[in-house]
């Protein structure tokens, strides 16, 4: 006989009627073999296995087991990375970032363009550089490209280094020993590098106005038919700074800046130096 008490509770007042079946426990789970079996296994055996079932091999897991390697697996992230949501905040401040305000009036234009990004080498240390190595008559035409500097603001060619027609004679097989640049009477002419004036006067040979500058080791550079000089022998001289005004004195059609690069003596395309 039982009594039912308020909250649900009973409370046997005598022995039960029918004495209840004894339930039988195990202190066994269904894999606890397997568990044991494992606890049983020592460091050395679990890391060969692991080796064996990953596919390293059971060599490889012997050899790691043998000198103490832990192998670590990192497996990347491939999921997307979602805010976290505060305490007490709107799920709407999660899923959108504040963004600033921008205003502009109704007729203002927006310019895409991007700005021009120039990068500005060392020309002048890069010819020293490969002046003070060896001779110029042993610099490659690779090497020597972009070491020498512009000698006008503007380069326009008007007849390049090479066998032409002579404007002269109108013949042909005329061997021209420099390269002409498109230059009105009165334009400045820059020194292509650093280096000492060895020449500032008449050329015979139909330069007319010439200066010559030696940048040393055999390399020279040459400025022709200039209407006059701004430098005087054994004047040093720096890249850019003007030594003449162009000009159409001696063999010349017209006014334009012949300009020619010699190696030791001998002209070469100043287009390999430029």
Known sequence: MTTQYSRGRRRAAGPASVPRPAEVFTADRP????????RRRGPFRQITDFAAASGIGQKAGIALAATGLVLTVTVPATSPVMAQQEPG???SAVSAAPQPEISAAAGAQIDFSRSSVVTKG???GKLKQLLSAQSAGSITRAASAGSLGA???QLTTASPFGFRVSPITGGAGDFHRGQDFVA????????????????VGWHQY????????DHGN????????LSSASVKMGQTV?????????????ASTGCHLHFEVQVNGEVVDPTGWL
């Open 31 to 38: 894999r606890d073999s397997q568990r044991e079996a494992r």
């Open 89 to 91: 905040q709107p799920a």
């Open 122 to 124: 060392d020309p002048d």
């Open 151 to 153: 000698p006008l603001a």
């Open 184 to 199: 009105q009477c009165g334009t400045p002419v820059m020194a292509a590098a650093s280096g000492t004036v060895t020449f």
């Open 206 to 213: 139909g330069g007319g106005n010439r200066v010559v500058v």
């Open 218 to 225: 055999g390399l020279e550079t040459t400025y022709n038919h």
């Open 238 to 250: 720096s890249r850019g700074d003007v030594v003449a005004l162009s000009g159409t004195t001696g």
